[in-house]
């Protein structure tokens, strides 16, 4: 009539991966410098408040890149950037980063990458495994990502104005 079901005792080596949780105040400290960073970005180029487009190099050893950040929507309270890199030499076209979606929030002093080539609507966090085969916490390596790559930008960026030169 019933049947009773033992537990079976697991193998010392079978180990369960505990799901991810988002931790939000590391993840608000990485958008809060990208925030920073960008600013520095811009006011470094003294850049007008009403320009769309701002381009900037950067250069580490014999690689050299131009950078394109592009305002693509404003508003009083936020501002959406595309940021892109086009290398010039011929040879490094083999690896192309990313072109990454951002938005700014003025009045909460954030920055957050929205999409990625095509990848829109990030979560904080996703089961793994799952169908694109996101990491569990995709949104945060994107940010900080982005947190490297305008590092990158302010210790080796040169602005592209009359005194621009490569040393």
Not at 25 to 48: D, F, G, H, S, W
Not at 54 to 82: C, D, I, K, N
Request: proline share 4%; net charge positive; glycine share 2%.
């Amino acid at each position: 009539m019933f049947t009773l079901r033992t537990v079976k005792a697991q193998p010392a080596y079978v180990t369960y991966k505990e799901r991810y949780k988002v931790d939000l105040p590391l993840q608000m400290a990485e958008c809060e410098i990208n925030y920073v960073r960008l600013t520095k970005l811009l006011i470094n180029n003294q850049l007008p408040a009403l320009q769309d487009e701002f381009r900037f190099m950067v250069a580490r050893g014999e690689q050299h890149w131009l950078h394109l950040l592009r305002v693509t929507e404003r508003s009083p309270y936020t501002t959406t950037l595309e940021l892109s890199r086009t290398a010039l030499d011929a040879s490094s076209n083999w690896l192309k980063m990313p072109k990454l979606t951002l938005r700014m929030y003025h009045d909460a002093k954030l920055a957050e990458v929205l999409a990625w080539e095509g990848h829109k609507r990030l979560r904080p966090r996703y089961e793994y495994p799952n169908q694109s085969m996101y990491q569990s916490d995709e949104k945060y390596q994107l940010n900080r990502f982005l947190g490297e790559w305008l590092t990158l930008c302010l210790e080796h960026g040169h602005s592209l104005g009359a005194t621009f030169c490569f040393e």
